[in-house]
């Protein structure tokens, strides 16, 4: 019964650890703005599948304005600001080399749960942070200058995601799904135009379509292929299979782009499996207190929050219709598990 949402979930991670290397070789045809806004275009039309499945379809003017700031910080900084950095840092270094520094958005997401969001955070974080940076210290300094300045802005574009992953998180007025597909159209939008004001659109018509369908996979189809599988597996499983990601992207970037694997990759690789093995087994719980409310909100029945009947739809599903929370306590274990697993008192 797991073997086809495991499928999906190494299937979600092969695609998006393509990326790095499809977007190394697409640099030397495309600007880095026209590439970004390619690549999220293409996002968006790959998470139109989730959308059709929902059925239900929110306008960003029709939410609250504190989703609507928290949909515009997420687009700036995880669709507009990310990308860019990325293909900055992507154009002065090896495909394998950023494939590995994307683990800092990880690094990136946890620490700034801990020091912005009130997130604890135990000895295992704590190793896990230092393992990582230490990996990411080794491939910058065996990659020369050029290698240093890749590795800030891949960890700058990796800041930005872990914003962009807090922000995500809080969102409440519309489907992870639709978060994504206003991410990709909004965010594809303005760097394509910036990057049409910078310079001529030159790239050939098979090019764009590339670019294109490289966004499709591995930021779309991928993201609806990991949302599927974690509805299965679990969203701790989902996300330690989808954290294999950046290897497939080392691979490929071998086979394809044909870059030679150094000692310090090798190394960096090691290190990185370790500290991703200290940060998966990272349970902290701490109490959280919800007042008695009523509210009309996207939702799932399987999200330990809303565990009401509404008859005709699967707990997996995300619906929305009015509906009361209790005053409840309970104990959140907040990493890695993004869908937060409940223990109610």
């Not at 604890?120 to 080794?138: P, V, Y």
Request: proline share 3%; net charge neutral.
């Amino acid at each position: 019964m797991l073997r086809f949402p495991l499928t999906m979930a190494f299937l979600a991670a092969l695609l998006f650890g393509a990326a790095t290397p499809a977007s190394k070789a697409l640099l030397e045809a495309l600007p880095t703005f026209q590439l970004a806004g390619l690549l999220y275009l293409g996002a968006a039309l790959g998470v139109l599948p989730l959308l059709v499945k929902e059925r239900q379809f929110t306008w960003p003017t029709n939410v609250d304005r504190k989703t609507g700031l928290k949909l515009l910080g997420a687009i700036g900084f995880g669709g507009v600001a990310g990308p860019l950095l990325l293909l900055y840092g992507l154009r002065l270094a090896s495909a394998a080399s950023v494939s590995l520094w994307l683990n800092l958005e990880l690094i990136a997401t946890v620490l700034l749960g801990h020091f912005v969001f009130r997130d604890e955070l135990s000895i295992h974080g704590w190793i896990a942070t230092a393992g990582t940076l230490a990996a990411a210290t080794l491939l910058s300094v065996s990659e020369g200058h050029a290698g240093v300045l890749a590795g800030l802005l891949v960890a700058a574009a990796c800041f930005c995601w872990g914003l962009d992953n807090h922000l995500t998180a809080l969102i409440t007025g519309i489907t992870p799904a639709q978060t994504t597909f206003w991410k990709g159209l909004v965010a594809g939008i303005v760097n394509l135009a910036i990057g049409m004001q910078l310079n001529l659109y030159g790239a050939t018509i098979s090019t764009t379509i590339i670019a294109l369908t490289v966004g499709v996979f591995s930021y779309g189809v991928s993201i609806v292929l990991y949302i599927a599988s974690a509805q299965k597996l679990g969203a701790s499983r989902s996300q330690i299979v989808f954290s294999s990601s950046p290897f497939f992207g080392v691979i490929l970037a071998a086979l394809f782009l044909r870059e030679h694997i150094s000692v310090a990759q090798i190394v960096a690789s090691l290190l990185i499996i370790i500290a991703l093995g200290f940060l998966f087994f990272e349970q902290h719980l701490h109490t959280h207190h919800h007042e008695a409310t009523a509210h009309d909100h996207w939702h799932r029945h399987d999200d330990g929050h809303h565990d009401h009947v509404f008859p005709g739809m699967p707990q997996s599903v995300y619906h929305r219709h009015r509906h009361e929370h209790r005053a409840t306590k309970h104990a959140h274990s907040h990493w890695p598990d993004p869908e937060h697993r409940h223990k109610h008192e």
